[in-house]
Structures are given as C-alpha cells and as structure tokens.
C-alpha cells in the first residue's frame, strides 16, 4: 500500500546548526506535502507545504525541498533553536471532493542541543 | 479564539465500557477529522466530516462511530471500549478547500487508555 515513511527516528543538531529531516513518500499522485511539528503533550501544528508542481519553497526560518525523481521530501531549518525540539512529520495530501485527507509519515524527533 | 479544543483531555476505561470525545472549532471550519496517534506511528484517520450531517470512515474506522450535529463540533464515540483502542485521539478541522491546500489546525488530544 501507499506509505509515507521518515529515513532518520531522531535527529540532534546544536543550537545555532541548520536542522535537515527527511521523508519519503511512495504515492505519485500526492498533490500537497506538508510538514507538521509536535511539541510534547500538543497536538501536531503545521508549518509549511508544498504543491507536487514546486520543487522548493521557503518559509520564515524553514525551506521544504521535493525531489519528484526520488519521491524524496525535506524540512530545512536555518539556525536551530531550542524551541525547535519536537517531532516533526511529513504528510502527503490527495486533493478529492471528498475531504482534505492526510497520509502522516512516522515522525523524527529533533533535540537540540545548546 | 480558542482553535480546536477537545475534551477530555485524559480519560482510563474499562474493557467494554462506552464514551464519547469532543471536539469543537470556533473557526467555522466546514472538514473536521478524528486521527488516533499511537506509539512509533504517524497519525492515522479514523473518521472525517465534509460538513455539518456528514459523516465518512476514515483509514481505521472500525470500533467508532462519530456525528456531526453541528457545524462547530464532532463527536467520537466508543461503544464497546477495548484494549486495541488505548491512544491518543487528535481532532482537527479545516476549511473548504476550493483552490490549494487548506491546512488542518489540531487540538492537544484526548489520552485514553483502557484497562
């Protein structure tokens, strides 16, 4: 079946790095990918997407890279921060009249260390 | 502006004890989706709502039922708890999507566990 999968379950950079988390994703036919961050005892909050016709797109501190060739997607944070340690997940969207239904990918967890 | 609240926020069970969990969006959002979150795992759809008296079964459907009775809020209930369904329950909502991706907004959980 269709799956979308993380390469790395945790992820520790110091503070100041640049974080990369990658995913992989199987369905050819995802029209969005998006990526969610977790902090601990919440509930999953989105930070950026990204349409299957783009290859990068940037957002405040973060850039989502997508590698159509490999089915390869990427969260890329500048200047890790502590507030940043969470765990973070990819998710595939199919745009259907029926609901914008989500594919979650397993999840990496970043700790930052200072 | 509270988002996504959902109550309760911890709740133990026993086997073949029935609930409900609640949730309710002051974003007038039109989707609102139930996820169940377990351990090593992704978020996983359960059931999900197009609109006020829409009802869809999601990914892992099976042992819940849901309703929608009002547009700001979506019910998950358990019939018959049991172990298999000890979790976390997420719900979160969204806007209709016309053109692009509309992103779903969560709230903090219901953690459930049954003995």
């Known amino acids: 079946g269709e799956s979308v999968g993380l390469h790395l379950p945790t992820l520790s950079v110091q503070e100041g790095d640049n974080s990369i988390i990658n995913c992989a994703y199987s369905?050819?036919?995802?029209?969005?990918f998006i990526w969610y961050k977790q902090e601990s005892g919440k509930g999953p909050q989105f930070i950026i997407d990204i349409r299957s016709n783009m290859d990068k797109r940037q957002g405040q501190r973060v850039t989502v890279l997508l590698n159509k060739t490999v089915k390869h997607l990427s969260l890329q944070i500048a200047a890790t921060q502590p507030g940043d340690s969470a765990v973070y997940f990819c998710?595939?969207?199919?745009?259907?009249?029926?609901?914008?239904?989500?594919?979650f990918g397993t999840g990496t967890q970043l700790k930052v260390e200072l | 502006n509270a988002g996504v609240t959902q109550t309760p926020k911890f709740r133990v069970l026993k086997t073949g004890q029935s609930m409900t969990l609640l949730c309710a969006q002051d974003?007038?959002?039109?989707?609102m989706y139930w996820y169940r979150q377990d351990p090593g795992m992704g978020l996983r759809l359960i059931h999900y709502?197009?609109?006020?008296?829409?009802?869809a079964k999601g990914e892992v459907p099976d042992g819940y039922n849901v309703s929608r009775l009002k547009k700001q809020n979506f019910l998950l209930g358990l019939e018959s708890a049991a172990p298999s369904q000890t979790s976390v329950y997420f719900c979160a909502s969204s806007y209709l999507r016309q053109v692009g991706n509309q992103p779903q907004h969560f709230g903090d959980g219901t953690r459930l566990s049954i003995l």
């Open positions: 369905n050819s036919a995802s029209d969005y």
């Open positions: 998710a595939e969207s199919v745009l259907t009249g029926g609901g914008n239904k989500l594919t």
């Open positions: 974003m007038n959002h039109e989707y």
């Open positions: 709502s197009v609109g006020e008296g829409t009802t």
